[in-house]
């Protein structure tokens, strides 16, 4: 009798799910990844949100860290119109100017047991910042403007002690006027009127029509930069310091102009070089077998496998025995060709060469096929190379630093960062200024990849490079 062999198992069959079952479930798994995609859009949009908020503050580092302050507060924009308006004429950039009277109005509370004295109010000599804005200070409004009180008006309110019992308290506004003086009605326009009200520590100000700046000793005193902003110049002090206060101290000429002017030329300049190089040398790899191709490209990947701290210095000899340091021409061309050649020669040879050999046989050259049918079919991998070329000139930290050190108007905007860095940041603590000079460096980066960021998914650009 024989053995009976076992059967083969079938593998049981797939059950294929109801048309309705699938589609819920592609759009589930859609919805997750919409999801997925819209917060990590939301975590960065925030990121760079936060960075502008606190680009606007006196002191961005405060802790706790506040959303909503003066300058995005809308009735102290009002107030800061006025003031600007009164001070100088001038409603949205304030000042200080001959023949101004400023009403400042400022209400202090206390417990009903407490007596409300008059906090003593002076114009301090006062240096608009630190280190190169220091230097720059030619005019005070010390110098120039006088302040008095006007008028005084008593009042009750009920309010919660620490305890949270409730309880009368008094309030006393006080209404002073600052004057442009009589004497100096020749003088100069002054771009801010600081204050100081000093009062005990029993009574506490509960209303100004601007926040003050700062409490010093335990509260006693009260400390406003600017008494007279406008509405943009409380809005964007810092921004407005930032471009008035990095100057040479010699000329007295903004640098920050200078330094984006330098920036934008040298991504300018590396963006058609590497475009120029990356298209030329892409299509060569891609389409031209000559001996030592392989070698070639396999050189250029290594290269790009070797930090460019590595070769500094021999590149740095080199451009200094060809006298283009200090220069823009230095910056630009140090880096124009890495992964540029390879995303272009990876576009190259998805294009059909069918198209390439017709133009041929039409008595065409290699050039003029390269030049007539190629480049005006590259659009998409052109585009994508030159954001990405202007992206990483514009962001460039180390070659700048290395190879352009004088004059300050020849630097980049990125090492003009670090120089803002010494000079304000550190010891100073004048923060604020430093991220207005960030947030400003970033913004061209921005509105780039806005306007252009759909052409680097574009379709076409995806079906040449798969």
């Known amino acids: 009798m024989m053995a ?60 706790p860290f506040r959303i909503y302050f003066d300058q995005l507060n809308p009735a102290a924009w009002i107030a800061a119109a006025r003031l600007g308006q009164e001070g100088a004429g001038d409603a949205l ?3 200080l100017a001959p023949g101004a009277k400023v009403d400042f109005s400022v209400t202090y509370a206390a417990p009903a047991v407490a007596t409300i004295v008059e906090p003593r109010a002076e114009i301090p000599r006062r240096r608009p910042g630190s280190g190169i804005a220091a230097a720059l200070m030619r005019h005070y409004a010390a110098d120039y403007a006088s302040i008095a009180l006007r008028s005084s008006s008593a009042a009750t309110m009920q309010a919660r002690d620490e305890r949270g019992f409730r309880q009368t308290w008094q309030t006393r506004t006080f209404v002073y006027e600052v004057t442009y003086r009589t004497d100096r009605q020749n003088g100069p326009r002054i771009e801010r009127t600081p204050l100081n009200l ?31 902003p406008g509405a943009l110049g409380l809005i964007f002090n810092n921004y407005r310091r930032v471009i008035n206060e990095t100057a040479n101290l010699q000329t007295g000429k903004s640098l920050l102009g200078s330094w984006l002017g330098n920036t934008l030329a040298i991504a300018t300049g590396r963006l058609v070089l590497t475009l120029v190089i990356a298209s030329l040398a892409g299509y060569a790899l ?30 740095y000899l080199i451009l200094r025995d060809l006298s283009l340091l200090n220069t823009p021409w230095s910056v630009i061309v140090v880096f124009v060709a890495s992964a540029n050649v390879l995303l272009m020669k990876q576009f190259f040879e998805g294009f059909p060469r069918e198209i390439e ?70 010891v100073q603590g004048d923060w604020g200024l430093v991220l207005a000079g960030a947030f400003i460096s970033i913004v061209p980066v921005v509105i780039l990849f806005v306007l252009f960021q759909r052409h680097i998914v574009s379709t076409q650009f995806a079906k040449g490079t798969t």
């Open 286 to 315: 891609a389409r031209l077998k000559f001996r030592g191709s392989r070698l070639l490209f396999a050189a250029a990947l290594f290269s790009m496998t070797i930090p460019a701290q590595v070769t500094f210095v021999s590149n």
């Open 4 to 63: 009976s062999t076992p059967a083969a198992k079938v593998p049981p069959l797939r059950r294929r799910l109801p048309a309705g079952a699938l589609r819920r479930r592609q759009l589930a798994a859609s919805a997750w990844l919409y999801l997925a995609f819209l917060a990590v859009a939301t975590i960065m949009v925030g990121t760079f949100a936060l960075a502008f908020i606190a680009s606007l503050k006196v002191d961005p580092l405060e802790r």
């Open 198 to 228: 000093t009062a005990p520590t029993s009574q506490t100000l509960i209303d100004s029509p601007i926040s003050p700046s700062r409490s010093e000793r335990r509260g006693r005193l009260l400390s406003w930069d600017n008494i007279t």
């Open 357 to 426: 050999e017709a133009a041929v046989v039409d008595g065409a050259s290699r050039f003029q096929v390269f030049c007539k049918i190629v480049l005006p079919n590259a659009k998409p991998a052109l585009l994508v190379n030159a954001i990405l070329a202007f992206q990483g000139a514009w962001n460039d930290f180390f070659w700048p630093l290395v190879l352009i050190t004088s004059p300050p108007e020849a630097l980049t905007v990125q090492v003009g960062l670090l120089s803002l860095r010494r000079s304000f940041g550190g």
């Open 93 to 95: 950039w304030g000042g």
